[in-house]
Structure formats: structure tokens, C-alpha cells
């Protein structure tokens, strides 16, 4: 039967994501980076730390210079990335090193995966996390393009941590076909998702035992703790779904696609509560700017978006005639 | 139940309608966290007192009109109709502090400050909350002590919304620490001006200092300043909160019957009132902006003459706020990706955060409605 | 400005209704007519004694042999009505008086309205309430009809105070144009629901206070005691905006129908959730035929589709431009 | 994390389903209240018992096929996905009492029992609950007397669903009523049919009598039917939950994932799916029924060998309630007026109120959650 126990290689990449981001990207660094007015999300040395980590090459082949892992090992990272709310355009790159490796320019997915070609992506209008001269990921159910970004006009928008702008791009610089692209973009963000599902449920859980009011910490009051419960059950649920998708589809089975739409929805469902609802368990603090509950809240609601209408997911999560044993 | 007819309130709504269509300001209230708020706040008010239109169902020796709250009622819903700008910095006077005074202030505390209310020149801020007192009123520890004539005050004071730009403050300290826990609270008048107050804004989640931070050192206020008497503040500020189940706080539930109207409007111009989901839940956001006008009405009739509003109309501020929730998240999900870019129903839907918390969260709330309305045990 | 409290004469109507019922209607002897094979939802001796106060023509003109009040009486008689789950078919009958009066045949009004000719109603491909030699009420957004009732042939029901049953109807009797009458309608059924929901509000607030777990009574923790405020305050927003609907419907004005759908939305949404939190309070005892709760849960599904689908009632609370003041 | 490649499990799904084809009765479950029920489910029992299909991961010396837990799950998915009837009246001796007696009973108790559950000659009922006692387990009342070699039980127990078609149930009882608690219970084989049982069904939402209560008047049963030892029930009963919590009543969970097919079947034949309101709810069951699939794979992927599931898997039982509950809702939905008529979804809305309160209620499964897992205080 399928493991959905993550290996002992699968809990260190984990766990050495976490650490490096725990130093060198932590949510104070977060914070500074975007309080520089036109900066970049991440600063061009930390992307390249993280690219000789080999986070933006663990799923491609050895022949474009990638670790040879497949999406599991990509789910661990971005669990992490999701749970420490990392800036910076790693879904798309990672995506675009997969779009240039499968569309035969080895040259740029090694580039891409050194770190020295970021790629952002659409949204709606406008893009995120692409300057000029970096690449623009654009997906379809078909499969993905890479273009060449010519110019940007920042744009504001609600994630801190994310880059928001108008953009002109030029012709498409390498396409691939992927029918299952979507499915592994709808992956990488659920993953991301549960991190920030993990991280809010944590986050209340630590507060409700040590926040006195009446005479008591909160977590006793059954509102709070349902709510702190609400979260756990709701990160069980989709990491249980999320690891499921994530090795149908590097297996490209079947319903590879309807896996992961399911995984993404339990995971924007999820998010979307837990984040919500953390304010609330927090009060007063948990409103503030200087609390990073909105922070996670506002990721969630970029994540809940940055792929298509909820209902081209729900149109995945339907198709089939019926659920496949 | 009786429908009205009378032709006195035809008459009162017409009038109303008539000089807010010619009086509402164009400009819109400025999106600052600087004195400019204050400034655009002052003058609506004024502009309402100068026309006659201030305190509708306050007495006329305080400035008022002396009408009754049906009157009140009225006005709000023709600010609401005419899209006028709420009341802004002028929310606690209007919905706290002045109906404090009016029930438990001294003649010389009422003569001074309503008709300063009314006419538009000082704002009041609210000092309930502490650091380490949210929810729970009685766990309060900023002190008051009596020296001769005066009251020193310490401590701090947290969610305290434009107190830099506000003249006074409704402050509940603690003057004995050796009494139960909602006993020894004194409700005062704070100068907010005096020697000894710090205050720091605090930044909320949209990115704006809506609330500050006050800081308390050996503030010292006449004893003269404190409301009703000292130590029985527990009584005092339960008639303000009390004002707040009031319909004090109308015009700004109102205003959600006005972004509903918003929402569909836009859902009818993009075709998205088609789409099954949306139109359910836009159904049932205007059914229920229906009812936060009927639940005014239905509050208004019943209320007892004279007596505070019961425990009962705490479901109309728990059915505002789950509206509120309900609906602005209805908003994003109108905007789809468009919601990222600061668009106003984004920022709307971030400030509603707040809703479910500031003022006793929903969960006191519903333990307020499950204890003293349904005799539920604590 | 409208007066939503119920006058002292109101509230007779209401005191006097819930005295009746509870002496010769009370839920023993409704599962005591629901036990019998083929028996009617309520004898006509009952019935009769229910015409003669005067319930199903109070708001039929006094030349129709009514007592001429209005649709704020109707509502004070129905939330009793839906309080005790009277059996029977009180509010097809009310109307059906109403379209005979309106259709120019007072005789038969007076009739109906003096418990002679019963009106079933309509209900899908169904009929309820309904016996041969009975009226059939149609209703649709132009008025209503009546016709005779031929042959009927009893079909199983989820709810034991309703009779459901196909039907074959002749010619229609009488007809009226109204375009209220669906508001109508929906006010009566919002009132009947009102009365559910204030119903298992109290019994679900009676067991909490006095069903003991773990030491306490269940009332005493929060998501018992949470279940129940939310009853009382979907209890308190339908009772305002029903009250509003019934006046604004009676006199006709021009935003009634949205009214009257608005307050049977609401009345529904708040039905439909008290009647399972409070099924979800009782525990074990709550899911038993012996208790009352599932007759409560029952009705309250009756009356969510006894007129026509939800979105005919979303139609009209859409209806308007703007909410006039 | 990793995709099972192996040939043996593909061939062993292969085999199930094969035999599956030509086994599943045409018939299906007998809508009654009477001995047919018993009857059907053990013929069904029977036909899985003499193919070599009880029991997957049960040891072979106790009529198992002492295959692994991987095994047991590959055949609950082509039991659910070959639309086999599910185990019906022998729920509690597969869900509860045969994991408890393999974990805590001696041998005698398994060798005698264990076969007879698996060849579907003896089904069990379970015997926990009280009037008084509900999900409060440490309040139970029922006393049991130790008499020399026999234990003398008197009480009452409620909820014993098929107690009057059951040959055994698992029962607890207070035999020491001076003892703290928890502290005291007992855990014992009843036999059904002794003198002194009295047996009352107990009519439910939908009509029918699922579940009774028993009266147990001085009934005389061996120290022998005792598990584990007088006393140490309270720790016998814990595993009793935590085998609830395993994945013994996996089958039945995955029913749901035939009741969500069932519904985008209806929902796409009378085109239904094109409301976008059906639509978005469709799809979140349906994505929620893949998940129930996915917690079980991940659930075994994480078990401790040897350990008995950890808190943290009752999530899956939370999350499988709420589901259930929103997806016999949404066939009501989906039903419109029809579902007044007894259809099928209705009768399984109307059982569906039993899912948040049986075997503990939601509200304390939450607690257990927020409790066990979180850490949150008491």
C-alpha cells in the first residue's frame, strides 16, 4: 500500500528547510525586506543560499543540474516555506525550471535552479514577484510558458511578503506540454497552505495555554479550544490528502489530477478558516501589524487566488465518473 | 404591531432627506491616520449641529432637539440612505460617552461636554481595555488614587481608538484594590491633553494606527471629573455598554445594508449574480441587512421607558457581527483575484477582524445571551 | 415609526392560541393521530373548535363572516401554531379562505373559514393535507386557485403531522389574482418556523440547564451553551423581520415581497440550524422517535419546501434595485 | 512517502475484487427491525468467512488470514468500491470487541470468541452508555458484584444498537463504587441471553428501532468473562476507543465515498451540476471523501507498531462527521421537496443525527483534540 509516512530523507529535508529559514529568512527579516520601498522580496544573496540548498532543483533530472527527487520531497520544502511564510518567487521557479527542463532548454532550468534566473508568475492582471529581466510563469491546463519580463510598475498588495506589479513581457521564451503542470502547481501551493494551517494552529495553541482571562488560561474555554481543534483536524486532513496527490502525481496515474485539486481545496479550505480564526483566538494583539497572524491570513488569501477561479478546481475535483480504487 | 402613519414622521424623513441631499459633503472622508480625520470628522458634526440635526433625541438643554428615538432612528436611516459619512471620530461620543453622562453624569458634567458633543468639537476616546484585561472588564489594574481633591492615575490603557487626536476619554480605573474584582472601579473623564499621558498608536492589520496604546503616569484629574462616584464604576460602565446594545450604534450597522446594496449591484453589472453560490449568499446578506433595520425597530418598540436595553438585544450586535463576517468575505470572494490589491472591500474585510472581538468578543457575547437570557449556568 | 411590538390584543391572540393547543392539540394527542392508519393530521371535531375561534378567518373581511384583522394577527396565531406543531392545514386553509373571498366567492370563504371545507395544499408532485371532497390551494407569483380534491392515494411523509398523499384534482373552484399572496405565504410559513425555533431554543435550554455530565450541567460548557445562543438570536432576527414583513404585506407597499422573503429566509436558515444543534444538545435521548425533537426537525423541512425552491425566495430578496428606506 | 509498486498487493486487490464480482449478494440489506437482519449479515459474514475473507489482519490460530493491516484496508476499499453490503450487526465484534479481546483478553477468551465473530456465527453488542452517562464514561452506575466465581450485574445500559439480535456484548460495570472515577470499572463478556437481561428497543428518529436499552436485573455471569482483571476496565475500555479510532471502522467511512458518487451521478443526470452552489458543495464532499481514503493510507503509514493510535487520528473522526453531516444535507439539497417522501438519503440524513453524538460526542472528541493533542488545559 501506498506510505504516506514521510522518510527519514523526507523529515531531514524538513527539517534543514526549517532551520535555514529560521536564520536566515525569519519573519523579522520578512518584515525589514519589505519595508524598503521598491525592494525585492528576497534579497539576491538569500536566493542564492536557498538555490545552493537545492530547493529550487529537487525535482529536476541530473542533466539539468536538478537532485533527481520528485514533488513528496518538494512537499516537504514548501510545507516549510509555507509555514514560515518565505518571500520570494520559489513555486514558480520551481515550476519554471520544470517548464524549461521539459521544453528542452537544460541551459535555462539550470539557470533557473542555480538561482540566477527567478521567475515570477501571473495573476490575474498582474504579476507577482517579477522584475524585468526575470521570467513570467504562465500556466494552462495544457501545460506552461516561459517569457522574458520587459518592464514592471509596482503595484501594492496585501502579502508583505509577496511583489505585486503590472508587467510587459516579450514572446515566450520556452513552452513545455504538461497536462499535469496545473496538478503540481495545485500541490506545491497546498503544501504551502498546510504550513501556514500548521503554523496558526501552533500559534493559538501557544497562546490559549498561557493567555490568562477570568482566571483561567483561554485554551480551557471550549470556543477557543474548538476552534484550536478546528485547525488541527483541518492540518490532519490535508496533509493525509496533500501526500496522496503528491505521489499520484509524479506517478502521473490517472486521477493525478483529481487528487490534486481535492489536496488544494481541503488545503485553501483549511488555510482560510485557520488563519481567520487564529485572529480571533488571539483578540485585541491578533489584529495588530505587529502580530503575524495577518501575515499568515494574508498568504492564505494570495494562495486561495493565484491559480485560477476555485471553481476550475472544483470542475477537477468532478471530473471524474467516479472515485477510482 | 402597527404600521406608522403619521404624517409628523412622513414629514420629519422628508425634511431629513431634503437637507442631507444638499449638505452631504462630496469630498469622502480622508483615508489619513492624521489630524486631517479629525478636521473632516468636526466638520460633518458641525455641520449636522448647525443645521439643526445633531443629538435628535438628546434634550434640548444639552443642545439636543429633544425628539424621541423614533426621530433618531429616522435620521439614521436617511444618513445611511444618502450615503453621508459616518460618525468617525466622534463613535464613542456619540454611542458611549454621551449616554453615560446623560444617565449617571453630574448637571455641571452634562452641561459641559454634551453640547461640545453635539456642536463638533471634542471627540471622546474609550479606556476599558488592558493589556492583560480584553474580555474580562474586572480583571482591570490600571489604579486611581484618591489624594486629597485629585485622582492619580496609572497604568495603561490598550485599543484606545484615535485617543491622539481625541479631547477626553472614558477611563475605567481600578480606585480599590482591595475589593472584589468588579467592585473598587471608578468610571472618570480623562483629559486626554493633561501632563503624564503617553499615547502610542498601534498599527492594525490594514496597514493604519486605528488604535493607540495609552500610558498612565501619576496622571492627576479633579475629583470632579469622576462619573457617579468613586468605586462605582462597575455600575457606570455597565450603563455604557448597555448604550451599546442601544441603537447609538445604528447608523453604523445601516451602513452594511448600503454595501450590501454594493455588492449587488456589482454582481448584477458582472453577471455574477447568475452564479448560484454568490446569489445565495447575497440572498441571505440582504435578507439579514433587512433585519438589522426591522431588529432596530422591533428594539426601539419594545424597549421598557427609561430602563437600560436587556441582555435579549446583545443577539442584535451577534447577528451584526456574523453578517458582517459573512459578508465581506462575500466581498473577496466577488473580487476573486482583484481582492490582493487593496481594493476597498479588501480593506473592509481586514478591518472586520475586528468585528467579532473589539467591544467583548462573540464568544462573551454568546455566553452573555446563554446566561442571562436563557438561564444557562456560567 | 412602525411599531413592531405586539399589542396587548396581539398578544391575547397569542396566549389564547397556545392554551387551546396545548389542552386539546397537545404533540401526545398529535402521535396519537399520527398512530392511526389512514386518520386524518387532526379530527374535525378539533377542527371545527379551531374555526370557531375564529383562526381561520381572522383576517377575512367581517362580509365574508371573518374578523376582519390582519396579517400581524395571522403571525401571532402561526408562531403558536409552529410552537406546538399543530396538525393540520391551518395555513392553506387561511390562504385558501383568503383566494375564495378575493375570488368573489364568499360563500365559500365563509365556509372554509368556518372549518366546513378544508384546503390542502400543494407540494411538489404531491399533495398534503388534502382528502377527497377537499380544496386544493395552488399558488404562483400571479395569485392563487382552489380546486376540488377527487382521489387521493396516501404516500409515506417524513413529517407525523402532515398527510401526504398524489392526488387528482377537478377544474379550479376560484381563482384570484394577488401577487402578495406568495408573500403572504412565505410570512405565515416564517411565523410557523419562528415558533420552532423559539420552541427548541426553551427545550434545548431546559435540558442544558439541568442534564448533568462530567459534574455540571451540559449548559455550563460553551459549545452547548453557544448552540443555544445562536437559537436565541436567530429567534430574535426572525421575529424583527417577520413582524416588518406582515405589517409592510398587509398594507401592500412596494417593497413587501421582499420583505416577506427576507423574513422567510431567515426563518428558515434559523429553523433548519436550531432543529439540529438542538438534536446535537439532547444526545442519545434527542435522536429518539419518544423525544419531540425530531417532530420539530421534521416540520421544520416541511415548511422549507412547501412553497418552491429556496431560489425563487433568493429571486425576490434580489428583486429590488436598492433597500428603500 | 512512497507509491506501492508491489506485484503481491496489486494481485491480492486483483483477487479481492475478482471474488468480490461473483460474491456480493444481489439482494440487498433487509429494511427491518427483525431476525432477518441478523440472518442477511451473517449469510454475508458466512460467504466472506468460507472465501477466506474475514478477518484479513486477524491471526490465523484464530481463524484469521494473519495478513498485514495493508491487506485489511485494500479489502475494505473493494468491499466499498464492489458496493458489498457492510458488516451490518457485526460492527462492534470487528469495530470493538474482537480488537479488544485480541489486545486484552486471555486465551481462553480468544480462541472461544475470536472464530465465532469471523465465521459471523456470534455478534456482539455494545454495553457502555447509561441514561445517566453518556459521553461521561467515568459516571457509570451499573454495579457489578463480585460472588464468589461470578460477577452479579445490575443496571441498566442505553444505545445497545441490535442488543436484542446480539449474542454477546462488551460490557462495563462499577465494581468498586468506593474508588475514584474512572477508577473501578469493569470489563466483561456478556452473554446476552442469561436470565435476568431484559431487553427494551428503542424507537429512533427515522422509525426504526436501531438501539435498545438492556436491563440487567442481578444477572450472574463467570469471572471468567472477565478481560484483563476486576477493576482495570477503565484501561480496557480506553482500548476499546482507540481501536474505534483505528481503522476497523474504515469500511464504513468509506461508504461515504459511494454516497458522494451517487450524488454527482443525480446531480450530473438532472443536470443539478450546473448550479454552481451544487457544484462548489459537490466538490468539497467529494474531495473530502478522497481525504478519508488518504487519512486511513496515512493513518497506517504512521501507526506505531504495537501502539494503539494516538490522539491525533481522532481528527479523522471529527473531520468524517462534519463531513457526513454536510453531505446528507447537501442530498436533501439535492432531493428538494422529494426528500419529504422516506427516499433513501432522507432516511440516511435522518441516521446521520446519531454521527455527532454516538461513541462520544463531537463536542468531546474537540475536546479531546484540543486536550490531548494541542495541550490545552482542562
Redesign the interface.
Known amino acids: 500500500m501506498t506510505n504516506l509516512a514521510p522518510s527519514q530523507e523526507q523529515q531531514g529535508i524538513a527539517a534543514a528547510s526549517a532551520t535555514f529559514l529560521a536564520e536566515q529568512l525569519p519573519l523579522t527579516r520578512v518584515r525589514e525586506l519589505a519595508a524598503v520601498p521598491g525592494g525585492d522580496a528576497v534579497d539576491d544573496a538569500t536566493w542564492r543560499r536557498c538555490a545552493d540548498l537545492g530547493w529550487l532543483a529537487l525535482s529536476l533530472s541530473e542533466d539539468a543540474g536538478g537532485l533527481g527527487l520528485g514533488l513528496a520531497e518538494e512537499v516537504m520544502l514548501f510545507q516549510q516555506l509555507g509555514r514560515r511564510l518565505a518571500p520570494g518567487p520559489f513555486r514558480s521557479s520551481v515550476l519554471g525550471a520544470r517548464v524549461a527542463a521539459r521544453g528542452g532548454d537544460a541551459a535555462l532550468a539550470t539557470a533557473i535552479g542555480e538561482g540566477r534566473r527567478r521567475v515570477g508568475m501571473r495573476l490575474g492582471e498582474l504579476v507577482i514577484d517579477a522584475r524585468p529581466g526575470d521570467l513570467l510563469l504562465e500556466l494552462d491546463e495544457t501545460g506552461g510558458r516561459l517569457h522574458d519580463v520587459e518592464t514592471t510598475e509596482r503595484v501594492e498588495g496585501v502579502d508583505p511578503g509577496t511583489r505585486f506589479a503590472k508587467a510587459t513581457t516579450g514572446a515566450p521564451v520556452v513552452r513545455c506540454d504538461d497536462v499535469l503542470l496545473v496538478a503540481r502547481a495545485r500541490v506545491l501551493l497546498a503544501a504551502e497552505l498546510l504550513g501556514i494551517t500548521e503554523a496558526v494552529r501552533d500559534m493559538s495553541a501557544d497562546y490559549a495555554r498561557t493567555r490568562v482571562q477570568f482566571g483561567k488560561a483561554i485554551g480551557a474555554f471550549q470556543a477557543v479550544k474548538h476552534r484550536c481543534a478546528d485547525m488541527a483536524v483541518a492540518a490532519y486532513v490535508t496533509r493525509a490528502q496533500l501526500f496522496q496527490a503528491a505521489l499520484l502525481v509524479e506517478a502521473g496515474t490517472a486521477q493525478a489530477d483529481f487528487h490534486a485539486a481535492s489536496a488544494y481545496l481541503l488545503a485553501v479550505q483549511g488555510a482560510k478558516r485557520s488563519t481567520a480564526d487564529n485572529i480571533q483566538n488571539h483578540g485585541g494583539i491578533g489584529y495588530t501589524w505587529e502580530h503575524d497572524a495577518h501575515l499568515y491570513l494574508k498568504r492564505a488569501l494570495l494562495l486561495e487566488h493565484l491559480l485560477e477561479t476555485s471553481r476550475a478546481t472544483h470542475r477537477a475535483v468532478l471530473a471524474p465518473a467516479r472515485h477510482e480504487f | 404591531?402597527?404600521?406608522?402613519t403619521s404624517p409628523q414622521?412622513k414629514d420629519f424623513r422628508e425634511e431629513a432627506r431634503t437637507w442631507l441631499e444638499e449638505n452631504v459633503p462630496d469630498e469622502s472622508r480622508p483615508l489619513s491616520s492624521g489630524p486631517e480625520v479629525r478636521e473632516y470628522d468636526a466638520a460633518w458634526q458641525r455641520r449636522q449641529y448647525e443645521g439643526g440635526w445633531a443629538g435628535i433625541d438628546w434634550k434640548p438643554e444639552y443642545g439636543g432637539r429633544g425628539l424621541s428615538l423614533?426621530e433618531q432612528?429616522?435620521w439614521y436611516?436617511?444618513l445611511?440612505?444618502a450615503r453621508a459619512p459616518g460618525p468617525g471620530i466622534f463613535s464613542v461620543a456619540f454611542g458611549h460617552a454621551g449616554p453615560t453622562l446623560m444617565a449617571r453624569g453630574d448637571e455641571r458634567q452634562k452641561t459641559f461636554h454634551l453640547p461640545k458633543i453635539l456642536s463638533g468639537e471634542t471627540p471622546w476616546c474609550q479606556g476599558f481595555?488592558e493589556p492583560?484585561?480584553?474580555?474580562?472588564l474586572a480583571?482591570l489594574r490600571t489604579r486611581g488614587v484618591v489624594d486629597g481633591d485629585e485622582l492619580v492615575i496609572t497604568g495603561s490603557k490598550?485599543?484606545t481608538s484615535y485617543a491622539q487626536w481625541c479631547d477626553y476619554g472614558e477611563l475605567l480605573v481600578r480606585t480599590d484594590p482591595e475589593a472584589a474584582k468588579h467592585k473598587g472601579l471608578t468610571w472618570l473623564i480623562m483629559d486626554m491633553r493633561l501632563p503624564g499621558v503617553d499615547i502610542r498608536p498601534?498599527?492594525?492589520?490594514d496597514?493604519w494606527p486605528h488604535?493607540c496604546e495609552v500610558f498612565y503616569d501619576e496622571v492627576r484629574v479633579p475629583l470632579s471629573s469622576v462619573v457617579d462616584r468613586v468605586d462605582n464604576g462597575w455600575s457606570v460602565a455597565m450603563s455604557t455598554l448597555a448604550a451599546e446594545r442601544g441603537p447609538g450604534f445604528l447608523d453604523q450597522r445601516l451602513q452594511l445594508?448600503v454595501l450590501?446594496?454594493e455588492l449587488?449591484?456589482h454582481a448584477r453589472e458582472t453577471g455574477l449574480?447568475k452564479?448560484?453560490?454568490?446569489?445565495?449568499r447575497?440572498?441571505?446578506a440582504?435578507?439579514?441587512?433587512?433585519?438589522l433595520?426591522?431588529?432596530a425597530?422591533?428594539?426601539?418598540?419594545?424597549a421598557k421607558k427609561g430602563e437600560a436595553p436587556g441582555a435579549?438585544?446583545t443577539?442584535?450586535r451577534?447577528?451584526t457581527v456574523q453578517m458582517q463576517l459573512e459578508l465581506t468575505r462575500l466581498a473577496?470572494d466577488i473580487l476573486?483575484?482583484?481582492?490582493?490589491?487593496?481594493h476597498p472591500w479588501?480593506r473592509r474585510w481586514?478591518l472586520d477582524?475586528?468585528a467579532?472581538?473589539?467591544g467583548g468578543?462573540?464568544?462573551i457575547?454568546?455566553?452573555i445571551?446563554?446566561?442571562r437570557?436563557?438561564?444557562?449556568?456560567?
Open positions: 404591531m402597527e404600521l406608522d414622521l423614533i432612528v429616522i436611516e436617511e445611511v440612505r481595555s492583560g484585561a480584553g474580555s474580562d480583571g490598550i485599543w498601534i498599527t492594525s492589520i496597514g488604535n445594508i450590501v446594496d449587488v449591484d449574480i452564479d448560484e453560490a454568490v446569489a445565495d447575497l440572498a441571505t440582504r435578507a439579514s441587512a433587512a433585519a433595520r426591522s431588529m425597530y422591533y428594539q426601539v418598540s419594545t435579549e438585544t443577539a442584535i451577534t447577528f473577496i476573486g483575484a482583484r481582492c490582493l490589491e487593496w479588501t481586514l477582524f475586528a467579532p472581538i473589539a468578543t462573540t464568544d457575547q454568546k455566553n445571551i446563554g446566561e437570557v436563557l438561564g444557562l449556568p456560567r
